[in-house]
């Protein structure tokens, strides 16, 4: 081999970092797709089950969600944070090796949130051989799927701390778990970012880990490869073998009412989403329906190429995705946000995710969240068409302005549209961001966040467009789209 120039060689180390992307173009399975049913918290399916039952008005429906996004919020500055200071690390010493620049961080890791509240949308989930069947919070903020989880504890399996309520997956029976050792690589190197512990008593003990979540709850248990059995489009079933689960065989802290465990479906080499993703084509969608006026309307996470036959290839916009800038969610590059047609005037840096900006594309957010210097242009265009409704004052903290809807036309408020900086532009339905707070209320739903900082664009400001996360291609696809 020829020797090359340093530059190169640094290319080519970074290229083997994230180069496990490539991976994902090797098995496709193009023939069919696979949907799995998403379940918002909220849904009618879940009601008494999860959290606590469906809050009773729509008003403390909003508000529950408000209280779960600020959960996310941390969340998500925490993981900016990390990366900042991973990125500077990076940039002060050079090392030979990719996976250790990592290592120094990990006590500052957290959990996404989601299972202590912050989870909004739910998947049935079959686990194990013969299958177990369990509902988890699908979550785009987290790496790891897991399980509320038993095994080989005999006697001392009820002794342990856990959630009432849930599900346990039983692992002494399913014939196709197999724990990961903790002399392994992959435990030593590779399961670092998913908080796996160093202790290896004998080489073939499990891999072990203590998830830890921002309110200092955490889950414990050890990493394991696992068979999920998952239904595909046309009737027929399949399984994903050498999933990375966990088995969470206690929980610490809080016993806040949630689910059996977590579907992890953000980026990363062990996620969900990236093994399945890999089977079907590399590319996973979901249209969301507006869950603020619930209809008896499924939501569905597809696998493989879309089957949504509300939107036309040809509609299709696309956007690149950034993908292990925040890790393990989705960023996306926005550079501007008009309003009716005129581009409000938002400083450059807001949008620099390789600064101190930047905007996630993020499903278990409700909200959508700009930092201060793009919140208040747009809250400037958008109060302006509603002065003529006044101002209720309402306790829905940090929404700030909510108004009597009688005689309210979306036509009054402009159309918003967020440009992202290859020339896609997605505009939202006035609905997705003047929200119905209660019977006869509105609310203009952006949530103002400090800066610097992230801006996050959430789920409500997402539905009703078909969204396609090509992870092969790094893109985000997206069109207008009923989601039936
Ligand atoms: C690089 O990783 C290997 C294991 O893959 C480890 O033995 C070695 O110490 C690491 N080198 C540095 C400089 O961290
Ligand atoms: C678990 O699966 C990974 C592939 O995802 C594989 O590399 C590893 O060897 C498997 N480990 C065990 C213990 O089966
Ligand atoms: C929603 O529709 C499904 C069938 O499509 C039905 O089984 C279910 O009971 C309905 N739920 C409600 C709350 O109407
Ligand atoms: C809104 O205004 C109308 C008429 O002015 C009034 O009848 C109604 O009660 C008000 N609704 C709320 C929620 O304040």
Request: charged letters at 15%; a positive charge; proline letters at 5%.
């Amino acid at each position: 081999m020829r020797r090359m120039p340093f530059s190169l060689l640094l290319i080519f180390l970074l290229f083997i970092c994230i180069g496990y992307v490539s991976t994902l173009a090797l098995s496709n399975d193009h023939s069919n797709t696979m949907r799995l049913e998403l379940i918002h918290r909220h849904a009618p399916q879940l009601m008494g089950k999860v959290f606590g039952g469906r809050p009773k008005t729509q008003l403390q429906r909003i508000k529950e969600l408000l209280h779960s996004d600020s959960i996310r919020q941390h969340m998500i500055s925490h993981k900016r944070r990390l990366s900042l200071s991973q990125r500077r690390k990076a940039w002060e010493t050079p090392r030979s090796n990719c996976s250790s620049s990592s290592s120094s961080s990990i006590e500052m890791a957290i959990g996404s949130g989601a299972y202590h509240g912050a989870g909004q949308y739910f998947v049935a989930l079959k686990v194990g051989t013969p299958a177990q069947k369990f509902m988890v919070i699908a979550d785009t903020g987290s790496d790891l799927t897991w399980m509320n989880c038993e095994y080989r504890c005999g006697q001392d399996c009820s002794k342990k701390k856990r959630l009432k309520h849930r599900r346990v997956f039983h692992a002494d029976g399913s014939s196709s778990f197999r724990t990961v050792p903790c002399l392994s690589e992959m435990c030593k190197i590779e399961l670092m970012n998913l908080f796996s512990l160093t202790s290896c008593p004998t080489p073939l003990t499990p891999c072990a880990y203590d998830y830890r979540y921002a309110d200092g709850s955490a889950a414990l248990g050890f990493f394991a490869n696992e068979t999920i059995s998952l239904g595909l489009s046309n009737g027929r079933k399949t399984k994903l073998d050498d999933v990375l689960i966990g088995c969470s065989e206690s929980v610490q802290g809080q016993s806040v009412q949630a689910a059996d465990g977590v579907l992890g479906l953000g980026f990363s080499k062990y996620s969900f989403a990236f093994k399945a993703a890999a089977k079907f084509g590399g590319k996973f969608s979901y249209c969301l329906v507006d869950h603020l006026s619930p209809k008896n309307v499924s939501n569905y996470l597809t696998f493989g190429s879309h089957i949504n036959t509300a939107a036309s290839p040809n509609d299709m916009q696309f956007t690149k995705l950034l993908l292990g800038v925040i890790s393990p969610l989705y960023a996306v590059n926005v550079m501007g946000i008009s309003s009716g047609g005129v581009m409000l005037d938002i400083p450059f840096e807001v949008w620099d995710i390789n600064g101190v900006g930047g905007t996630v594309f993020d499903s278990g957010t409700s909200l959508t969240y700009l930092t201060v210097p793009a919140y208040q242009p747009v809250m400037a265009a958008l109060e302006a068409s509603l002065l003529r409704f006044g101002k209720l004052k309402l306790d829905i903290k940090p929404l700030n302005y909510c108004f009597n809807s009688t005689g309210f036309d979306e036509s009054l408020v402009p159309r918003l549209a967020f440009h992202f900086a290859d020339g896609a532009r997605f505009e939202p339905p006035v609905k997705s961001y003047v929200i119905d707070a209660a019977p006869g209320v509105k609310c203009v739903g952006f949530v103002s966040t400090s800066w610097p900082g992230t801006s996050v664009i959430g789920n409500i400001m997402q539905q009703n467009n078909l969204w396609e996360f090509d992870l092969v291609q790094n893109k985000l696809g997206f069109a207008p789209s009923t989601c039936t």
